[in-house]
C-alpha cells in the first residue's frame, strides 16, 4: 500500500545535540511537507519542499533544516539551536497543487530533548 | 497571514446524536480550500471533509457535513449520528490555492468525546 513512513516512533536526546527525523514516501508525489504539533495548538509549517533539491520555510523553521535528494526522502535535521525541540512531528506529501490532492501524513515521531 | 481560530476546546456528544464544531478564519486570499482533518488517539491525520471556496454548495461525506459561510469567513463541521470511533481532536485547516495547496495553517484543535 501507498502511504508515508516515519521513523522511528520515539526519539530521545540530549540536549546540545542534533538529530534527524526520516519521512519516505511511496504515493510518487512532488511536494513534501514537516509540521510540528505542541500541546494546545494546531500544527505548525517547518519545512516544504514542491520540488527534488529545491525546499522552503515555514512558519517555524529557526533551528531546523532539511535536504530533498530523491523524490521520495525529505529528511528533518532538528538542530541544537532549536530552543525547544520536545515536539511531536508529522510530515506529509501531496501533489503539487490541485484541490484533489490533499495532505497526506505520516504516523508522526515523538521527538523529547532532556 | 491567515489565521485560523476554533473556539471550542473540548466537546462531547452521545453516541447516535450530532454534534456541530466551530471554525473561523481570517485571510484576504480569494482562491482558497477549507479542511477538517481528525486525529484520534493513534495520532494519525486523517481528512474528514474538504471545502473549495468558490463552491456555494456545502461539502457532505456520509455523516459528515459543512456549513460554509464565506462572508462570515466561519466554516463549521456537523457529524451525524455520533459513533465511538469519532472520538478524536478535530482541526480546521485553511490552504491558499495554487502553488501554496499543501501550506496549511491548522486552528489549535477541539476534542471530541463520543459516550456511550
Known amino acids: 500500500d501507498g502511504g508515508i513512513t516515519q521513523s522511528p516512533k520515539y526519539l530521545f536526546r540530549k540536549e546540545g545535540q542534533n538529530v534527524t527525523l526520516s519521512c519516505e514516501q511511496n504515493l510518487n508525489h512532488d511536494a513534501m511537507y514537516w509540521y510540528r504539533q505542541d500541546p494546545g495548538q494546531g500544527l505548525r509549517l517547518i519545512y516544504y519542499?514542491?520540488?527534488?533539491?529545491?525546499?522552503q520555510k515555514g512558519d517555524i523553521a529557526e533551528g531546523y533544516s532539511v535536504s530533498r535528494e530523491k523524490k521520495e526522502s525529505f529528511p528533518l535535521t532538528v538542530t541544537s539551536a532549536q530552543k525547544n525541540p520536545t515536539a511531536f512531528y508529522l510530515c506529509a506529501s501531496s501533489r503539487r497543487k490541485g484541490p484533489n490532492s490533499p495532505l497526506h501524513f505520516g504516523n508522526g515521531t515523538r521527538l523529547t530533548v532532556t | 497571514a491567515q489565521t485560523v481560530t476554533q473556539s471550542q476546546p473540548e466537546m462531547s456528544v452521545q453516541e447516535a446524536e450530532t454534534v456541530t464544531l466551530s471554525c473561523t478564519y481570517d485571510t484576504s486570499e480569494n482562491n482558497y480550500y477549507l479542511f477538517w482533518y481528525k486525529q484520534p488517539p493513534s495520532r494519525q491525520m486523517i481528512l474528514v471533509i474538504r471545502q473549495e471556496a468558490y463552491k456555494q454548495q456545502n461539502a457532505t461525506e456520509n455523516r459528515f457535513s459543512v456549513n460554509f459561510q464565506k462572508a462570515a469567513k466561519s466554516f463549521s463541521l456537523k457529524i451525524s449520528d455520533s459513533q465511538l470511533g469519532d472520538t478524536a481532536m478535530y482541526f480546521c485547516a485553511f490552504g491558499a490555492g495554487g502553488t501554496s495547496y499543501g501550506k496549511l495553517t491548522f486552528g489549535q484543535g477541539t476534542i471530541l468525546t463520543v459516550h456511550p
Open positions: 519542499s514542491q520540488i527534488v533539491n529545491d525546499f
